[in-house]
């Protein structure tokens, strides 16, 4: 949940002045936060489990704090059916400072519970502590599974019946101690996932000749088609091999991988962070297809990206024999 402070200000001013101080007392209903993870390593994580920071659970207080020693429990709900498991070590961080230990309740585990400690205080604000090298939360069940399913909105087709994509966890604290809970969770951590894989093309223009007779340029195109060739001298040339243009394969770096919590999908050796899973790896399949008089063969040039782009270009696709890692064309 990230706060917006001018929201919270005038939804906080509006409601004081119609209700006291210790009514008010209550988790703050901020916007709800969002991450977003590779739906290829939701499907490749033990169980279709999702794993993540605990600090991105946290809840605040608007109004009177949370008293030392009242009682007072804040949970994390998952839906019902999915299981919360916690890494050794975890702890409810009450103000960033002082601890307790979480429990997991519910049926199958899926409500992760902070008692407000018994010293200390008053307290505004508790998180989950974080993990220091991978994510120390993970989340599993039959609503976290279909984050595998590359469903995405605008990004993928949707079946006539779409799973859903989006896993809502909410946040909740009792009452105790002069301190006021919530009468209804309120909407704390959404999981979402996205197809981490897409597909850009960058054409070339082919110029061809439909009447049989050739075409007036400079230089003229022969019947059937040509690719006009800049020489290094500045002159220009045809010839009946070319280059047709790009075809980028590309995997976004910004999609948290579901086996660690981290942002490296593509793996320790090119993010250079060694607690980073294997890289995602997936197939291409390409289909050159036409039936223009002078292409009687086709093929396509691996190659890799640099710096984020593609380096293939026309220089790289000679005539002749076809590299030896060329992928023939149909």
């Not at 003229?220 to 020489?231: A, L, M, Y």
């Not at 607690?275 to 691996?302: E, H, K, Q, R």
Request: hydrophobic share 40%; charged share 5%.
């Amino acid at each position: 949940m990230r706060a917006r402070t001018g929201l919270g200000l005038g939804a906080a001013a509006l409601a004081l002045l119609s209700f006291s101080s210790g009514a008010f007392a209550a988790g703050q209903p901020q916007p709800n936060n969002q991450i977003a993870f590779s739906a290829q390593t939701v499907a490749l994580s033990p169980g279709n489990a999702v794993t993540f920071q605990g600090g991105n659970l946290f809840y605040s207080v608007v109004g009177t704090p949370i008293p030392p020693a009242s009682g007072v429990t804040v949970s994390f709900i998952a839906p019902q059916g999915q299981t919360f498991t916690l890494a050794g070590g975890t702890t409810c961080l009450w103000n960033g400072v002082t601890t307790t230990v979480p429990t997991l309740t519910g049926a199958g585990n899926f409500i992760i519970n902070c008692p407000v400690p018994a010293a200390g205080g008053p307290f505004t604000f508790v998180s989950l502590s974080s993990g220091a090298t991978t994510g120390n939360v993970a989340l599993s069940g039959p609503d976290v599974a279909r984050l595998g399913q590359n469903i995405y909105p605008g990004q993928a087709p949707l079946p006539t019946n779409p799973p859903s994509s989006f896993v809502q966890i909410n946040a909740s604290a009792t009452s105790g101690g002069g301190f006021t809970g919530d009468t209804a969770p309120i909407p704390n951590l959404a999981l979402e996932s996205r197809n981490s894989f897409s597909l850009f093309l960058g054409g070339a223009i082919l110029g061809i000749d439909l009447t049989g007779n050739g075409l007036t340029l400079t230089p003229p195109i022969p019947p059937g088609g040509g690719f006009v060739v800049n020489q290094a001298n500045g002159t220009r040339t045809v010839a009946t091999a070319g280059f047709l243009g790009d075809l980028w394969v590309n995997q976004s770096q910004f999609d948290l991988d579901a086996r660690t919590g981290l942002f490296c999908i593509n793996g320790p050796s090119l993010s250079g962070n060694p607690n980073c899973a294997a890289a995602l790896s997936g197939n291409v399949a390409v289909t050159l297809t036409g039936d223009f008089a002078t292409i009687t063969t086709a093929y396509l040039l691996p190659t890799q990206a640099a710096a984020g782009n593609p380096v293939a270009s026309q220089a790289t696709c000679t005539p002749g024999t076809p590299p030896q890692t060329a992928l023939r064309g149909r």
